[in-house]
């Protein structure tokens, strides 16, 4: 068995062992704030993130990578086809291995950022700092920083809001029956954004910005008005208590939620399947390229992949964002969602590189100090951010060995 074939074997099981990471790590983008406010449990959780993030992958995932490289680094430096497809598995066994670390110590990560700092450790090694981009690489630092920053604001406000204009009223309940089909309709133009802008089939469809916000705001007026009816219905006979209000937003929690875990497979399952079609087509074609085409039984893999590390390993990550932060109700996890959706949806559209994983966990703080600096449990909050800070570092040393590695044994 020649170079090529043997590294296109070991990197579907290196694209397999980085989905399973990712979604041990990522299902608490979508699930974590549903379970800490327990609007549904768990096994619940699980069930659902696992099988949505499968049909994101396979149906809704990408056929085509975008670069291969992120931009990060030039490949046109480098022109070994060879080096090209040891530096793309070292990247993914590098990454990888860093997400399901830090799933296993149930801390969240960017799995973005992981797959970055890889590539950064390879193109360092294999073309010099020269074939870096350090300007799109200032954009991902930059990020930590304004993703968590941003989406821990909006979640403040939202949360604040709700509490100032529905629980601080005397008449509460009717002041929900209000507000809350007001929330749902905005809720609906956001993911209906979110769906033209962020998933592979939403931007197939090619829509001119007038199509777009014709079409969402026929969604959002829709959902108001159905809303409406609904809140209206199920607390026709409802005592004025709390928890008919936390009633309605747990509804509403749930599909965001649901629609979160969608959006992770189609989007996510590139990050463990792009390097392996970009290695599937230097295995085939032995010439370096930007783009690959990603053949289905690669999205399988990858839907498989993630779906395992949901059902094995996911809990883990979703107790610490979900209740080791602050604690969630369904109106603050409501706040959190919204919150995480609106600043990817944004900041993607501004061409920033951001993180779910960093704008979930900014959305948790801010509706925790919405209520003070002690409902907040820095400490916990330090530990997820000084694993933030390693992410690239040792992605990209860890690839660098790893890379160093292979490239002794199979090219010397």
């Excluded at 920053?149 to 709700?162: D, Q, V």
């Excluded at 009223?169 to 309709?185: E, M, S, T, V, Y």
């Excluded at 001119?208 to 705001?217: D, F, K, P």
């Excluded at 839907?303 to 602050?326: D, P, Q």
Aim: charged content about 10%; overall charge positive.
């Amino acid at each position: 068995m020649e170079f090529f074939d043997i590294f296109l074997y070991l990197s579907m099981a290196a694209g397999f062992l980085m989905a399973f990471s990712l979604g041990a790590n990522d299902v608490a983008n979508s699930m974590a704030s549903a379970v800490g406010a327990r609007a549904i449990t768990v096994r619940q959780a699980v069930i659902i993130a696992g099988t949505l993030t499968f049909i994101g992958a396979v149906f809704l995932g990408s056929h085509v990578t975008a670069t291969i490289t992120r931009g990060i680094i030039n490949p046109e430096h480098i022109a070994d086809p060879r080096i090209m497809m040891l530096g793309m598995f070292s990247a993914l066994m590098a990454a990888s291995l860093w997400v399901l670390i830090a799933s296993l110590t149930a801390l969240p990560v960017s799995s973005t950022h992981s797959i970055v700092g890889s590539i950064l450790g390879f193109g360092v090694v294999a073309g010099g700092p020269q074939v870096v981009n350090w300007w799109i690489l200032s954009g991902v630092v930059l990020s930590w920083i304004i993703s968590p920053l941003f989406a821990g604001s909006i979640a403040y406000f939202i949360f604040s809001h709700i509490r100032k204009f529905i629980f601080f009223k005397k008449d509460f309940l009717n002041q929900a029956r209000i507000w809350a089909p007001r929330w749902i309709g905005l809720t609906a133009l956001i993911l209906g954004y979110s769906f033209i802008y962020k998933t592979p089939v939403g931007q197939d469809l090619n829509l001119s910005g007038t199509a777009a916000l014709l079409a969402t705001s026929s969604i959002a007026i829709t959902a108001w008005f159905a809303g409406k009816i609904i809140v209206n219905r199920i607390t026709r006979e409802k005592e004025q208590k709390v928890e008919e209000v936390e009633g309605i937003f747990r509804r509403l929690q749930i599909l965001t939620s649901s629609y979160v875990a969608l959006s992770h497979g189609a989007n996510d399952v590139a990050n463990a399947i792009g390097p392996v079609a970009a290695i599937y087509i230097l295995a085939r074609h032995h010439e370096l390229i930007q783009t690959a085409e990603i053949p289905i039984f690669m999205l399988v893999l990858g839907g498989l992949g993630l779906s395992a590390g949901i059902a094995l390993l996911g809990k883990k990550v979703i107790a610490t964002v979900g209740s080791k932060i602050t604690t969630l109700t369904n109106t603050r996890g409501f706040a959190v969602d919204f919150s995480a959706a609106t600043t990817v949806l944004i900041a993607s559209n501004m061409g920033m590189p951001v993180s779910t994983t960093h704008a979930c966990v900014g959305g948790v703080t801010g509706v925790g100090l919405a209520r003070g600096f002690s409902a907040v449990n820095f400490k916990v909050l330090l530990r997820i951010v000084g694993y933030w800070l390693l992410t690239v570092p040792i992605a990209a040393f860890t690839c660098i060995i790893i890379f160093q590695i292979l490239k002794w044994i199979f090219i010397y």
